[in-house]
């Protein structure tokens, strides 16, 4: 059974410029998460999707940060405009359903420096 | 305002003996509880998990205990090889009442334990 897919795997930019990751999940999964994390913490949860709707954006900066997961498959992260503090890695993880004993596969993630 | 803690950063220990890492958290809604695995460059991978309806779950050499006066819990590792050397996080989440959904789930700061031969 495929993995869930990430890319690009690095990435760095300048602040003020824009970027975008890309997560592919395992197929039939129908959760999707966007998690950020930072050196020497653990990942937080930025969105949640359930197929293509919203579950939980409550710590997405609406400001710079958007997603979306359009045929309910794929998703694409956005930053725009980058900060410094964005420097990050940004996971993205599936489970089959929404269900508490559902567990999360996670990719490899996206290692994003911003200079 | 960090709801899960992992307090040590790090823990060594000899190979064969037994590992335990520790978590507390303080959000008494949590009622399901998970540690995962993380190796360099890699995503974490799950590795047991405890629901608040238990004290104890057991996984071959890997056991989790609950806590759920003290809000801590523990996963231990017996014996220790040295392929355990990894990060290990704690993780919480909230189940809904009706439905059996599920946020998404609250880290540590995560333990990086190194198993010395």
């Known amino acids: 059974e495929a993995g869930v897919a990430q890319s690009p795997r690095y990435k760095i930019i300048e602040k003020r410029q824009s970027v975008a990751f890309w997560c592919n999940p395992i197929?039939?999964?129908?959760?999707l998460y966007w998690y950020q994390q930072i050196l020497g913490q653990g990942p937080k949860l930025l969105i949640q999707f359930q197929n293509n709707g919203v579950v939980d954006d409550s710590q997405l900066p609406k400001d710079r940060f958007s997603a979306e997961r359009l045929k309910g498959v794929d998703s694409t992260l956005k930053i725009q405009p980058a900060k410094l503090e964005d420097s990050a890695v940004y996971l993205c993880a599936s489970s089959l359903v929404n269900l508490w004993y559902e567990k999360l596969f996670f990719g490899s993630g996206t290692q994003l420096s911003v200079l | 305002d960090q709801q899960v803690k992992q307090n040590s950063p790090s823990l060594s220990v000899q190979e064969g003996r037994i590992s335990i890492l520790n978590c507390d958290y303080t959000n008494s809604m949590f009622d399901y509880f998970l540690w995962y695995k993380k190796y360099p460059a890699e995503g974490p991978t799950f590795l047991i998990s405890?629901?608040?309806?238990?004290d104890k779950n057991e996984d071959g050499r890997f056991t989790v205990f609950l806590n759920k006066s003290a809000k801590h819990l523990s996963l231990h590792i017996v014996p220790s090889q040295p392929g355990d050397s990894a990060v290990y996080f704690c993780a919480a989440s909230i189940t809904f009442n009706s439905g059996g959904g599920a946020d998404g789930l609250t880290f540590g700061k995560g333990t990086h334990l190194i198993i010395q031969p």
């Open positions: 197929s039939g999964h129908a959760t």
């Open positions: 405890i629901s608040s309806i238990k």
